[in-house]
C-alpha cells in the first residue's frame, strides 16, 4: 500500500515552460487535492476534486490545471511557469466527497522557476 | 469569512518542558471541524486529531492534549514532557460550509525542541 506518491521531489523549470505534476493514490479515496506551501503562509489548495471526471477550483487555482480521468491519478499543470509558482506542491486524498476527513498527503514536490 | 491564525510563528524550549500552541479561528458555521497536522523536518504531513464542532470535549493521546473551547473560538494543542522528535512546523485548519468543506490552513508553528 502506497499511499499517495508524488513524482517529481524536485523540478527546476524556466520561465514560460509547462510541465505536469504527478499523483497518484492506492486507497480508493473519492476526494484528492493539491496545495502548494510557501513560506509563512500556510497550505493554499489550488483544485481539488469529489471523484473521477470532477474538479474544481480551490483559492489560487490561476495558472494551473487538473483533470481526473481515473480515481487513482490526478495530475497538476503548470500551463506556462512563472517565477511566482516557485513553491512546494502537495498532493493529499481522503475517503469520500469532502476535505473534512482526514487528509493523507504524498511526500512532496519543490518546484523552482528561474 | 473564515479564517485561522496561528500568532507563534516560533517556539523554542528545552526538551521535557511542556509547550502550548495557539491556535484561533473565525467562522460564521455551526457545524465545522478542526483539525491539526504536523511536518516535521522531513517534509511529509501528517494527521493529528480532528474535532467537530459539536464536540467540545478536551482530547488526550499520550504527551499530546487539545483544548477546544467555542467561546473562545480556540483549538490549542498542548505537548507534555516534549521531546526532541516533536520539533516540526505544526499546522491547524478549519473546514466548514462556508468554505465549501475545504481546509483553510494557519500559517503554522515552528517548534523547535532542544536537548
Known amino acids: 500500500n502506497a499511499g499517495v506518491t508524488q513524482t517529481p521531489k524536485f523540478q527546476v523549470l524556466k520561465t514560460g515552460q509547462s510541465m505536469t505534476l504527478q499523483c497518484a493514490q492506492d486507497?480508493?479515496?473519492?476526494?484528492m487535492s493539491w496545495y502548494r506551501q510557501d513560506p509563512g503562509m500556510g497550505l493554499r489548495l489550488i483544485h481539488y476534486s469529489v471523484g473521477a471526471g470532477i474538479t474544481d477550483q480551490g483559492e489560487v487555482p490561476n495558472g494551473y490545471n487538473v483533470s481526473r480521468s481515473t480515481t487513482e491519478d490526478f495530475p497538476l499543470r503548470l500551463l506556462s511557469a512563472a517565477p511566482s509558482q516557485t513553491s512546494v506542491y502537495f498532493c493529499a486524498s481522503s475517503y469520500g466527497s469532502r476535505a473534512y476527513n482526514e487528509q493523507f498527503f504524498g511526500p512532496g514536490t519543490r518546484l523552482t522557476v528561474l | 469569512a473564515q479564517k485561522v491564525t496561528q500568532a507563534q510563528t516560533e517556539i523554542s524550549v528545552v526538551e521535557k518542558e511542556d509547550v502550548t500552541l495557539d491556535c484561533v479561528y473565525e467562522?460564521?458555521?455551526?457545524?465545522?471541524?478542526l483539525f491539526w497536522y504536523k511536518q516535521p523536518p522531513s517534509g511529509e504531513l501528517v494527521f493529528l486529531i480532528r474535532r467537530n464542532s459539536f464536540d467540545e470535549q478536551n482530547e488526550i493521546s499520550g504527551r499530546y492534549s487539545w483544548n477546544f473551547q467555542k467561546s473562545t473560538s480556540s483549538f490549542n494543542f498542548t505537548i507534555t514532557a516534549s521531546q526532541v522528535v516533536d520539533s516540526a512546523v505544526y499546522f491547524c485548519?478549519?473546514?466548514?460550509?462556508?468554505?465549501?468543506?475545504?481546509?483553510?490552513w494557519g500559517a503554522g508553528t515552528k517548534l523547535i525542541i532542544k536537548p
Open positions: 485548519a478549519l473546514s466548514g460550509l462556508q468554505g465549501n468543506y475545504q481546509l483553510i
Open positions: 486507497m480508493n479515496h473519492e476526494y
Open positions: 467562522t460564521r458555521d455551526t457545524t465545522y471541524y
